[in-house]
């Protein structure tokens, strides 16, 4: 891991009308680092992936990647990105391998033949074997279509790689397959890393750093091997799930 | 804000504001997938699959309507025009209703129900899963991948729809005339010839590429804007169908002024 900043938040603000989701955020990954960050539903993780990802415009704040600010644009450099959406957002339309292959074809502008041939390589590399490359995303199980999508995620080789829930909605066996092929895959490719999530086991096996999110804020950051002993109450709460502690859950 | 004045004023503001957002979001949404159309990457394969979903697959459903609208043209025709014996008005009637306004209008409504709802359901669906953010997460613009196709598609295909239902509708009028009402083969066509003429067919054309435009770009903007999962699509899919159904009928209001008025 390097010292140099690759992502840098200052002060980010983001509202939805009444709703202030992120208060004045600030964050600061560094390369090949793969940092975690945890938090309650509804606590502004994805909107806050969002925002680094240009789909949605902050009110406020700074945005650097790789020392260029961005966050006055929605223009961001997708070329050095790799997303792993929660859903997995797999095209429905396209075969299993043109999806792994699209930032290929349209992005690096890749002849088809290429492309399916490293499609084919990033799917084995996820251990999906090059017989369902012409299926279709819906004839695949739930955890076949995150690997795919973890596939497509990593195709470009990207510098930058987000993960958005990777195990939501999985068994704790695939989960843990899952968590697996994202560390071996960030290291491979030498990638920064961001993950959300809520599964305390994947933050532990998938992270350097983790933090969390708490009122618009990251109210505590460290090495994620400090998760459980962390000497913050908000955390403790979060981490070993208790209905009692500082964090309110407000049932309307 | 206690002030009267200030109460009027946004009072006054607000529905003014509303209808300037109203049209002015569709229309920016149009001139953003408009502007595609003209600059790389053009995604030609889009374009093709829009073009045989648009035309190709909209022809038996589209045939049909122009063929029964044709024939109960004639026979409405025959049974109203003999009250003051001008049955042989029937042909010339059949080919001027069909070519400038059933034609394209029909043609119009019904492809805002097949193809328009489908685009809504489609493109809404990708927005509540997350594949249009992952479209541009992939260095590919959305707009330009899925809109452009779309409004190209719609503006090239609808046209040659309308022809075609011309035709078939003009041919059921002809076959009701021959077989159930004994008009004379060779006369039938001949008035229907004789009156038609070039301006009747391309003022239905223009509004077919008119109506193909307006299809495409609420099916695109309703899906595109679409949010709140499975009813959010559902929406989408209710308000493309009666917004464009709508513009079809004022738009067919407005270019038939531009072509017919003197």
Known sequence: MSKTSKIKLKNL????????????????????????????????????????????????????????????????????FGMLFQGGALFDSLPIWENVAFGLLHGNKMYKDEARILAIEKLESVGLG?????????????????????????????????????????DPIMADVINDLIKKCVKEIGATAISITHDMASA??????????????????????????????????FVHGRAKGPIKWVVK | MTNPFFIFLAALGRPVLGTFEFIGRPSYFAWQGLKGAFSRPIYFKMLRKQMIEIGYFSLPVVGMTALFSGMVLALQSYTGFSRFSAEGAVATVVVLSMTRELGPVLAGLMVAGRVGSSMAAEIGTMRVTEQIDALTTLSVNPVRYLITPRLVAGIIMMPFLVLIAD?????????????????????????????????DVISGLVKAAVFGFLISLMGCYHGFNSKGGAQGVGRAVINSVVSASILILISNYLVTEMFFTK
Not at chain 1, 137 to 158: C, D, F, H, V, Y
């Open chain 1, 130 to 170: 090059e017989d369902i490359a012409d299926h279709m995303p819906s004839e695949m199980s739930g955890g076949m279509q995150k690997r795919i999508s973890l596939a497509r995620a990593i195709a470009t080789n990207p510098e930058i790689i987000f993960f958005d829930e990777p195990t939501t909605g999985l």
């Open chain 1, 13 to 80: 603000k983001k509202s939805f009308g009444k709703k202030h989701v992120l208060t004045g955020l600030d964050l600061d990954v560094k390369k090949g680092e793969s940092f975690v960050i945890i938090g309650g539903s509804g606590t502004g993780k994805s909107v806050l992936l969002k925002c680094i990802l240009g789909l949605i415009q902050p009110d406020n704040g700074s945005i650097k990647i790789d020392g260029v600010e961005v966050s006055d644009t929605k223009e961001r450099p997708y070329e050095k």
């Open chain 1, 204 to 237: 532990k096996k998938i992270g350097d750093r983790a933090g969390m999110l708490y009122e618009g804020k990251l109210i505590w950051t460290d090495n994620v091997k400090k998760l459980d002993k962390s000497g913050n109450e908000y955390v403790d709460q």
């Open chain 2, 167 to 199: 035709i078939i509708g003009v041919m059921g009028g002809y076959f009701v005339s021959i077989y159930a009402l004994d008009f004379n083969s060779t006369n039938y066509i001949k008035s229907t010839i004789q009156f038609l003429e070039p301006i």
